[in-house]
């Protein structure tokens, strides 16, 4: 589970025994764990596998440390569950309209008995918000503007969560003799960076023992409703997993339909009646006779292509490739050979360079590059020009020790808000790899966002720009980007586009991934990794990739190390 998703329950927690008029020290010690469990540079998950004691982490006890441990073992905070069952399921969506805080929900379920946000906005409306003491005019305003929005707004997920519950339970399910088939469909199968809710399919003898089963599972906090061959539930992390089970005959039609997207179904409907067909969740019919619907490729072989990749069903290019039989070989994991940034002890990483080359060794990896962040990142405990020389002098140390892997001297050099970089030329001459950043100033009009990428890449020593627009999935946007003008630079001067793998980044994203190949510039994947496990991530950075079509042809450090080192530019 992501240290994100983990902080949330906490926040979540906080929130609801403020709620409750809990002691003010309580709520607050939660939401300070909720902080410090997102800064952590390491997943919590990853620590108690490697055996580290939470508590030796500054501000984790033990009650706290004991609470951790059970959410990475059972995914539930059982806390958390015995509070949401005090209370109207919506008074979550409540505390995001803004101004409105526990205290004050409190008091609108308190006095006012609103149970959901279609009650708040009636008793909005017929003036009972203003007339609460320390409510007035003003938030009863508020309410009324952004009521709406709230209800519709649905709670996103990142993949990495969403796919590890829906894969566990549907492993689960698979154990049960009666089940013969069960998948995940949906955006989770189309791999998409945030999952909205989680959609499973299986074929069994008996439903009800199928839902039976499901609703047995550990992971499964709460059963939200059930008919008898469709059953929701809600998963420990927050996200509502639909299972449907579906006779064999439809499996295939079913898959091909919930697994989306709405815009790819949009034009395989169109196609089928083309050929006098329709296609729904059971199958193909012609009149009211079944024509396919048991495979996917069934399916699709009926509408004259051939089957289409999940990661490519969002009605983008995969119609095209269809016709012409063409679709791009997609990338794999193991393709990948090389990962060009990682952080080490000498900043905000856990681990020490030979630690993190053993452990990319261990992953199938032939060579990394250290990208330690340089010092405008004082947080982080950046280089300055002395400190790098000196890092870089372990880091060549360290190559003539460890075999088997190749380490580069590499940086992860800020671009400054002033759109010049954060170490001067010679220095960033002696690196074998540098990674050029945005982390400050994200804020800065486009013109101003667009400069300083140029600057980066015009610079003869940068070889990538790392995560391009900054973005944090789920929490801020990224800089606004001029992007035309970054891919015509990158391809002029031969500088490749990162796709940084962390789940809560993946930044480049697909859309503008497969922009970047198509101006031929080289994409590289990259872990960011910050300790031993951060390696793992790396397979979000390939989905991400599939999804913007690209083959290994495509991804730089998929090369050995000699060839990738031809593709760099010389300064
Ligand atoms: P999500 O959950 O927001 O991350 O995205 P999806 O793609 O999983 O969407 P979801 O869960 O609403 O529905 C799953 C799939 O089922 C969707 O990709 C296509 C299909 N589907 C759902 N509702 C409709 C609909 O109203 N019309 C059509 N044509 N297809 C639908
Ligand atoms: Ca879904
Ligand atoms: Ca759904």
């Known amino acids: 589970m992501q240290n994100a998703t983990i902080a949330r329950l906490f926040e979540q927690l906080a929130d609801l025994l403020e709620l409750d008029g809990a002691n003010p020290f309580r709520v607050r010690a939660y939401r300070n764990a909720a902080r410090k469990i997102e800064s952590l540079a390491d997943e919590v998950g990853g620590l108690i596998e490697s055996g580290v004691k939470l508590t030796k982490l500054e501000g984790i006890g033990k009650d706290l440390a004991a609470k951790i441990e059970t959410i990475v073992e059972t995914g539930v905070l059982p806390q958390l569950e015995e509070m949401r069952e005090k209370f109207p399921p919506d008074v979550m969506k409540m505390l995001q309209l803004p101004g409105i805080g526990p205290k004050k929900v409190a008091v609108l379920v308190g006095e006012l008995g609103v149970e959901t946000l279609s009650d708040l906005k009636e008793a909005a409306q017929n003036g009972q918000v203003a007339a609460l003491s320390g409510f007035g005019k003003k938030t009863e305003q508020t ?17 990495a969560d969403a796919k590890a519950e829906a894969d566990a339970v549907v492993a689960d399910l698979l154990e049960l003799d009666s089940v013969e088939k069960a998948t995940v469909a949906g955006s989770c199968r189309r791999l998409k960076e945030t999952v909205g809710d989680l959609d499973v399919l299986a074929v069994a003898a008996d439903s009800a023992v199928v839902m039976d089963r499901l609703a047995e599972n550990p992971v499964v906090v709460k059963v939200l409703a059930r008919g008898d061959t469709k059953q929701r539930v809600r998963l420990a992390s927050g996200i509502e997993l639909d299972l449907r ?16 997207s709405k815009e790819h179904n949009i034009v395989t409907r169109r196609m089928a009646q083309e050929r006098g067909l329709k296609l729904n969740e059971y199958g193909l019919f012609r009149d009211d006779e079944y024509v396919a619907g048991e495979t996917e490729e069934d399916v699709y072989a009926e509408l004259g292509l051939p089957w289409v990749p999940p990661e490519l069903r969002e009605n983008r290019r995969e119609f095209e490739w269809a016709a012409e039989n063409a679709f791009p070989q997609l990338i794999e994991r193991d393709d990948l050979l090389g990962d060009l940034h990682m952080h080490t002890t000498a900043t905000d990483g856990t681990a020490s360079i030979a630690e993190m080359a053993e452990a990319a060794k261990t992953r199938g990896l032939e060579y990394v590059a250290i990208t330690d962040h340089s010092k405008r990142v004082a947080m982080a405990n950046g280089l300055d020009a002395d400190r790098l020389r000196e890092h870089w002098e372990n880091v060549r140390k360290a190559n003539d020790e460890v075999d088997g892997i190749e380490i580069l001297c590499g940086i992860e050099c800020d671009i400054l808000e002033d759109a010049t970089l954060d170490l001067p030329d010679d220095v960033l001459a002696e690196a074998d790899w540098v990674v050029a950043v945005l982390h400050y100033g994200l804020k800065q009009p486009r013109e101003k966002i667009t400069e300083r990428l140029l600057n980066a890449i015009r610079n003869p020593h940068v070889h990538a720009i790392g995560h391009p627009t900054g ?39 697909d859309v503008h991934a497969a922009a970047a190949k198509e101006h031929g510039i080289p994409i590289v994947i990259d872990s960011d990794a910050h300790s031993v496990d951060g390696f793992d991530v790396l397979t979000y950075g390939v989905y991400q990739a599939r999804r913007a079509g690209l083959s290994r042809e495509d991804v730089a450090n998929t090369r050995p190390l000699g060839e990738f080192r031809a593709m760099l530019k010389t300064s």
């Open 245 to 260: 089970v579906v006779p064999r005959e439809s499996y295939g039609a079913a898959m091909q339909y919930f697994t989306g």
């Open 471 to 509: 973005r944090l999935l789920l929490k801020r946007p990224g800089a606004s980007v001029g992007f035309d003008d970054v891919y015509k630079a990158c391809a002029d001067e031969g500088v490749f586009l990162e796709i940084n793998a962390h789940p809560s980044r993946l930044d480049l994203d």
């Open 143 to 159: 309410i009324l503007e952004n009521v709406d929005e709230v209800k519709d707004a649905e709670q996103r997920y990142y993949l």
